[in-house]
């Protein structure tokens, strides 16, 4: 079983290109599906779940290439299923984005109830209220949600709450849709202004996206086009977290600074030095770190998506911090390990309370979801000692090269196959 096993104690210092965003990149890659014709996508992260994707699309038909690792070329010009049921496609969330796509293309399609992380509940029903408001009859039978529709017709559709995957999935539908849908309070996330902004660069009129009403004028069909993906916020964010814990200095390259807005803020608050150059933000923490209190909010909001590695970063700061989590009910599945390295957290409801501690040690523990593995991944390059983290399957799906951008950081962190491998690594690092 493969695991990462990490030396903590090194400050992460130097430079770190950031790649496409993974949110960004997985409903492009389900709207790719809406026009015959050849997409060309760059920017592609090369994650486990945008690779899971892929190959669902070659397995009903859809010419894949991969140029080189992080160019994708495609065309659904002869698409021979539009049951999209792949057993590799339970486990991620973004299958359902083949809904949207399908059902704007061929006025049908039946997918595999979506998966995903472990972080609550995740109800779709405002995917299906938006999609019933165009038009389809919804069902779900037999593990499969199906929607069909004779036509979809444009409508105006209030969402009972801000949904990334809704408002995208809604988008995509109503883009091949006869007239006018109005979506409101969708949500602004990165990641929906790149797919509207991919969509319009193949033909479709979507007017709006980044603010939380958006117009789209359906249009008849779309075209090729070539598009490069925007850069990866969490991943981003990820990195700047890791130079705070670690007490490194670290230049993420290749980011939008505006969308790390919430997180550079956080940075400031704890005692971080923050520097925005061009492209690149530098994170320098030379002074220790300082409590803050953090609620995670919709976009522009603070990102759910980090607040694990905040929290990593609160419980080793001086006072006592409050992280209120407010998207995903169940996402502090994590602070067990993180106790079991010495932490001070807790947890009531959605609510953690956090005394900081002077220092973790290093233990074994487990990655129980993408980004709360990454962030335990953090916790074990500050701590004193050795740790090992299990199933870092779930970190793969969404980090390219984790630990081989960790080590160019100067990270002592290794991915491990057998104890022989760990052995090895426990006598490399003396
Ligand atoms: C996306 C991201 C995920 C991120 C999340 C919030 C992808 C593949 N995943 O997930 O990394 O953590 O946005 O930024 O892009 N909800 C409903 N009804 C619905 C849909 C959602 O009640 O029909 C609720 C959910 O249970 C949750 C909240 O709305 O409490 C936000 O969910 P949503 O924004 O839809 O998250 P995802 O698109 O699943």
């Known amino acids: 079983m493969e695991q990462y096993a990490i030396k903590g104690g090194n400050p992460l210092?130097?430079?770190?290109?950031?790649?496409?965003?993974?949110?960004?990149?997985?409903?492009?890659?389900?709207?790719?599906?809406?026009?015959?014709?050849?997409?060309?996508?760059?920017?592609?992260?090369?994650?486990?779940d945008t690779n899971v994707l892929l190959d669902a699309m070659g397995s009903i038909g859809i010419m894949v290439k991969r140029p080189d690792r992080h160019k994708v070329v495609l065309n659904a010009g002869?698409?021979?299923s539009l049951v999209v049921d792949d057993e590799s496609l339970k486990k991620i969330r973004a299958s359902y984005y083949f809904l949207?796509?399908?059902?704007?293309?061929?006025?049908?399609?039946?997918?595999?109830?979506?998966?995903?992380?472990?972080?609550?509940?995740?109800a779709i029903d405002q995917h299906i209220k938006g999609f019933r408001a165009l038009g389809a009859v919804v069902t779900i039978e037999h593990g499969l949600i199906k929607a069909h529709a004779d036509r979809l017709v444009g409508s105006h559709i209030y969402m009972d709450g801000v949904s990334v995957g809704a408002t995208i999935n809604v988008m995509m539908a109503a883009t091949l849709a006869e007239g006018v849908t109005i979506i409101e309070n969708?949500?602004?996330?990165?990641?929906?202004?790149?797919?509207?902004n991919f969509l319009n660069s193949m033909g479709a009129n979507i007017k709006g996206a980044g603010t939380d009403v958006i117009r789209i004028k359906g249009v008849q069909k779309l075209h090729s086009t070539e598009y490069t993906i925007i850069p990866d916020q969490i991943e981003a964010g990820t990195f700047m977290f890791a130079a705070a814990v670690t007490k490194g200095?670290?230049?993420?390259?290749?980011?939008?600074?505006?969308?790390?807005?919430?997180?550079?803020?956080?940075?400031?608050?704890?005692?971080?030095?923050?520097?925005?150059?061009?492209?690149c933000i530098r994170v320098v923490a030379s002074k220790p770190l300082i409590h803050t209190h953090v609620k995670t909010l919709p976009y522009p909001g603070f990102p759910t998506d980090m607040q694990p590695q905040i929290t990593v970063a609160l419980a080793l700061s001086k006072g006592t911090s409050i992280v209120t989590e407010t998207i995903f009910e169940n996402?502090?599945?994590?602070?067990?390990?993180?106790?079991?390295?010495?932490?001070?957290?807790?947890?009531?409801?959605?609510?953690?309370i956090i005394d900081g501690v002077e220092k973790y040690t290093g233990a074994s523990i487990s990655a129980p979801d993408l980004r709360a593995g990454a962030a335990l991944v953090i916790?074990?390059?500050?701590?004193?000692?050795?740790s090992t983290v299990d199933d870092i399957r779930y970190i793969q799906r969404g980090y390219e090269d984790f630990h081989l951008k960790l080590q160019n950081l100067g990270a002592q962190i290794e991915l491990v196959q057998t104890e022989k491998d760990f052995q090895k690594f426990k006598l490399k690092i003396g």
């Not at 949207?100 to 995903?116: C, M, N, Q, S, T």
């Not at 993420?252 to 971080?272: F, M, Q, R």
């Not at 502090?332 to 009531?348: C, H, P, Q, S, W």
């Open 249 to 279: 200095d670290v230049t993420v390259k290749n980011v939008i600074p505006k969308h790390l807005e919430s997180i550079t803020a956080k940075l400031l608050e704890i005692g971080c030095e923050v520097e925005e150059i061009d492209d």
């Open 78 to 80: 002869n698409v021979n």
């Open 186 to 196: 969708s949500a602004k996330e990165p990641h929906v202004v790149d797919l509207a």
């Open 379 to 386: 916790a074990a390059l500050a701590a004193e000692g050795t």
């Open 331 to 352: 996402r502090f599945k994590y602070v067990d390990e993180l106790t079991r390295m010495g932490a001070n957290i807790k947890v009531e409801g959605t609510t953690a």
């Open 13 to 48: 210092v130097g430079d770190v290109e950031i790649g496409g965003a993974k949110n960004a990149a997985l409903p492009i890659l389900a709207a790719s599906i809406m026009t015959d014709e050849t997409v060309y996508i760059d920017n592609m992260p090369d994650v486990r």
């Open 100 to 122: 949207g796509a399908f059902l704007a293309k061929y006025k049908h399609a039946e997918v595999v109830l979506p998966g995903g992380c472990d972080i609550g509940f995740r």
